[in-house]
């Protein structure tokens, strides 16, 4: 009887430990999709600020007596980045913030795909920072 508590107590041992170090590989998961999510808003809310600006230089461009051709790829690109950042957050509050399995219930899997799926959107993000920082630059020279 002895014997039988003891290998009880040490399978019970062996239980939790492989039971913790499950949850310590979801906690490091976790740990890196918060991580990334955060990333990706923070580059967001860098761009943000930058709308009323695009908009305001689309708008000086569109007052100018006439557009060469240089002045009108400029619009277009101010206009294109525009569009890109509706378009981007409207397809990420849909896949990573609507109806989304809050990131505490996430399955290993779940949160695996979520990760590969921001580290996307973290470099979209940042080409669409690149992309709009570029235009502002060329829409300011132009205009000065």
Same mark, same amino acid.
């Given at each position: 009887?002895?014997?039988?508590?003891?290998?009880?107590?040490? *399978? *019970?041992?062996? *239980?939790?430990?492989?039971?913790?170090?499950?949850?310590?590989?979801?906690?490091?998961?976790? &740990?890196?999709?918060?991580?990334?999510?955060?990333?990706?808003?923070?580059? @967001?809310?860098?761009?943000?600020?930058?709308?009323?600006?695009?908009?305001?230089?689309?708008?000086?461009?569109?007052?100018?007596?006439?557009?060469?051709?240089?002045?009108?790829?400029?619009?277009?690109?101010?206009?294109?980045?525009?569009?890109?950042?509706?378009?981007?957050? @409207?397809?990420?509050? &849909?896949?990573?913030?609507?109806?989304?399995?809050?990131?505490?219930?996430?399955?290993?899997?779940?949160?695996?795909? /979520?990760?590969?799926?921001?580290? /996307?959107?973290?470099?979209?993000?940042?080409?669409?920072?690149?992309?709009? @920082?570029?235009?502002?630059?060329?829409?300011?020279?132009?205009?000065?």
């Amino acid at each position: 009887m002895y014997i039988f508590n003891k290998c009880r107590v040490v *399978l *019970l041992c062996i *239980l939790m430990a492989t039971s913790l170090i499950s949850c310590d590989e979801n906690a490091v998961l976790r &740990d890196q999709y918060n991580a990334l999510f955060t990333e990706v808003i923070d580059l @967001h809310d860098e761009l943000m600020p930058k709308m009323s600006e695009l908009t305001n230089l689309e708008e000086q461009l569109e007052a100018k007596d006439s557009l060469g051709q240089a002045d009108q790829q400029i619009l277009e690109n101010l206009k294109k980045a525009d569009s890109r950042m509706m378009d981007w957050m @409207h397809d990420f509050t &849909d896949t990573y913030v609507k109806d989304r399995t809050p990131v505490a219930k996430m399955t290993a899997q779940e949160l695996e795909q /979520g990760i590969e799926g921001l580290q /996307g959107e973290l470099q979209e993000v940042k080409d669409l920072r690149d992309f709009t @920082h570029k235009s502002l630059d060329e829409a300011t020279t132009t205009l000065k």
